[in-house]
């Protein structure tokens, strides 16, 4: 009877809540005050307003509930001393659930406000403790500029630098050329991992070639040709004191050399680079010059270049990237020749091993020592120029003796004039 009258009065909400302990007392015949417990307060939580019909009914709806159900028991249980019990329990019970504790709240409020009043305290000691650590522990530096290698280029190229310049960022293994197999670290999501040890290494190799090449005399030319290598080739050129190339390559320009650098001006110069005259009846006829060394930075789109020294004999560097045949230049670079950083790192170093070169072939013309050879067609046209001094000198001297005999025959001397006049005249 009990449980149907609390699924007519409250529910599927009085269902949904197990009863409390304090209702099997009640409902018990051996119901006592000494061994009754009240129920807790209410809490006063901020979820009470978004609570549903399935919720948990407050106290002060289960003690209305249970104050009801027990003057509907029966007249025995109403008349015994456990039902005034209850009955006086139940005042006890709603008395103190509407009590409320003022106490409770100026301590929060206390709380609260003494926080308050301490936040331009704890600001200002914040203020005094950065002043007093701001300089201790280690500094944030900006350790990448973009254009570092272009203002700055390193002489050497370390592990770290060719690391942060993703120098070892190969294509992925279905573009791979198993030439390269002898430079490849490993495999990495897909993709091949160029070894950094052998990229130094050949580096080094490079660089020391440059500046023997620069060191001799020769004539360098840096080649890029990708979008944004316009300054790093620009920049290697200038240290070395070589010649860029930035734009397509134009097949023939050395093979075929005499057709379209015939009008090219040349300048003939001495140990010091300083310019010579009287060669120009020489550089209006010679052949254009070729390079001595080509360093190519992407020779994947510069296969005619490569091709055209190869037929030349002149020797070449290139970057190397996994899906790049090595065979097709000289000395290689294993490297990512898609990534500007490591293009800027690599034609650095290689400029300054040129700048290193060109400063060592000064210092020893200083001292006397000419450190390349003549080329052979400058060679000749000193050997033809000698002989046609030689023959202009001896033509001269044939004339001045002519000169001298007809001389001898058109004036006497003073005593053939009196031996010829002295004689004959008489008086």
């Known amino acids: ?42 809490t006063n939580t901020k979820k009470q307003a978004a609570e549903t019909a399935f919720a948990e009914p407050t106290l002060e709806e289960q003690a209305d509930f249970y104050a009801e159900s027990i003057e509907k028991l029966t007249p025995e249980f109403a008349a015994s001393p456990a039902a005034e019990a209850w009955s006086a329990t139940s005042a006890t019970a709603t008395e103190t659930v509407t009590t409320w504790d003022p106490s409770l709240v100026d301590e929060e409020a206390l709380k609260l406000k003494q926080q308050i009043e301490a936040i331009p305290g704890n600001f200002k000691l914040f203020k005094q403790t950065k002043a007093q650590t701001q300089k201790l522990g280690a500094g944030v530096e900006v350790r990448y500029i973009p254009e570092q290698y272009l203002r700055n280029p390193p002489s050497d190229a370390s592990l770290e630098d060719l690391m942060a310049a993703q120098a070892h960022m190969g294509h992925n293994t279905s573009l791979w050329n198993p030439a390269n197999a002898r430079y490849i670290y490993g495999v990495r999501q897909g993709i ?56 397509k390559w134009r097949p023939g320009t050395i093979t075929n050399r005499e057709q379209l650098l015939g009008g090219v001006p040349l300048t003939v110069v001495d ?71 490591a293009t800027a790192l690599i034609s650095g170093v290689l400029g300054r091993a040129g700048e290193r070169g060109q400063k060592r072939r000064l210092e020893a013309a200083q001292r006397g020592e000419v450190t390349w050879k003549t080329p052979a067609e400058v060679q000749g046209y000193f050997e033809l120029a000698s002989a046609r001094a030689a023959d202009v000198r001896r033509r001269q001297a044939q004339d001045n003796s002519v000169e001298e005999q007809k001389e001898k025959d ?17 008086v």
């Not at 009065?9 to 007392?25: C, D, E, I, K, V």
Request: net charge positive; proline share 8%; with cysteine.
């Open 1 to 42: 009877m009990i449980v149907r009258n609390i699924g007519a009065r409250l529910g599927r909400r009085a269902l949904a809540t197990p009863l409390s302990r304090a209702s099997f007392q009640a409902q018990s015949r051996f119901l006592s005050q000494d061994n009754f417990t009240a129920p807790p307060p209410p």
């Open 192 to 247: 091949h991992i160029i070894s950094l040890e052998t990229t130094a290494t050949h580096l080094r190799r490079a660089a020391r070639v440059v500046e023997e090449v620069a060191y001799r005399g020769g004539l360098i030319l840096f080649v890029g040709t990708r979008p944004g290598q316009r300054p790093i080739v620009v920049r290697a050129a200038e240290l070395a004191k070589a010649c860029h190339l930035f734009t």
């Open 271 to 341: 140990e010091l680079d300083r310019p010579l005259s009287g060669f120009e009846d020489h550089l209006h006829d010679r052949r254009p010059l070729a390079p001595d060394l080509v360093v190519c930075l992407n020779p994947k789109e510069n296969m005619t270049l490569l091709y055209e020294c190869s037929l030349a004999k002149v020797p070449t560097i290139g970057i190397i990237d996994t899906n790049t045949n090595p065979a097709w230049v000289t000395y290689q670079i294993p490297a990512n020749d898609d990534s500007l950083r």
């Open 410 to 426: 058109t004036f006497l001397s003073e005593d053939a004039l009196k031996e010829m006049f002295g004689g004959g005249a008489r």
